[in-house]
T-cell receptor, first 112, second 115 residues
Framework: GNSVTQMEGPVTLSEEAFLTINCTYTATGYPSLFWYVQYPGEGLQLLLKATKADDKGSNKGFEATYRKETTSFHLEKGSVQVSDSAVYFCALLLIGNEKLTFGTGTRLTIIP | GAVVSQHPSRVICKSGTSVKIECRSLDFQATTMFWYRQFPKQSLMLMATSNEGSKATYEQGVEKDKFLINHASLTLSTLTVTSAHPEDSSFYIC???????????FGQGTRLTVV
């Protein structure tokens, strides 16, 4: 079956630190990969996505590269801000299948 | 992109009562909506696919009589947790249209606490 494994939280970093949140996946086929973010009190929002191997998704200073050889889609940001504090979800979607498969979510807290 | 509004954001109910959660697509006609549930420290798990004008499709292990889904219009799907019990306490979230190469748009989620 399909599954997503992501780094357990919570993660606490100081402002301007480098961020990595690991995500690996198992899928029967070639999925599209997503990172969603949930800010406090809000719904999930798409942060970035990649639809094929070696694609790099980027948005708001965050990046993730679709690595087929390691079945990974790690989220990175070079310098985090307090406003990045949120829960981050890695997810996959197989073409032709409407159903997103999510990881457990990683709570990130950035302290000034 | 589509705006999805979910209501209420939080609800506390007594054991044995029923709770209705609404999911509205404000600017997009959604023939399909999705209901997810999240337990603490666990993944968002798909519960069911809500189809406008027809019966919902439930995932394995989800009780259809317990979690009633109605998708009467292209902009509204409702999830009713019937005869709620404390183990139904969870975070419920709806989404619209998660096709490959496009976004899935999510509601704000509903935190249900059954006491």
């Amino acid at each position: 079956g399909n599954s997503v494994t992501q780094m357990e939280g919570p993660v606490t970093l100081s402002e301007e630190a480098f961020l990595t949140i690991n995500c690996t996946y198992t899928a029967t086929g070639y999925p599209s990969l997503f990172w969603y973010v949930q800010y406090p009190g809000e719904g999930l929002q798409l942060l970035l996505k990649a639809t094929k191997a070696d694609d790099k998704g980027s948005n708001k200073g965050f990046e993730a590269t679709y690595r087929k050889e390691t079945t990974s889609f790690h989220l990175e940001k070079g310098s985090v801000q307090v406003s990045d504090s949120a829960v981050y979800f890695c997810a996959l979607l197989l073409i032709g299948n409407e159903k997103l498969t999510f990881g457990t979510g990683t709570r990130l807290t950035i302290i000034p | 992109g589509a705006v999805v509004s979910q209501h209420p954001s939080r609800v506390i109910c007594k054991s044995g009562t029923s709770v209705k959660i609404e999911c509205r697509s404000l600017d997009f006609q959604a023939t399909t909506m999705f209901w997810y549930r999240q337990f603490p420290k666990q993944s968002l798990m798909l519960m069911a696919t809500s189809n406008e004008g027809s019966k919902a499709t439930y995932e394995q292990g989800v009780e259809k009589d317990k979690f009633l889904i109605n998708h009467a219009s292209l902009t509204l799907s409702t999830l009713t947790v019937t005869s709620a019990h404390p183990e139904d306490s969870s975070f419920y979230i709806c989404s619209v249209d998660g096709w490959a190469n496009t976004e899935a748009f999510f509601g704000q989620g509903t935190r249900l606490t059954v006491v």
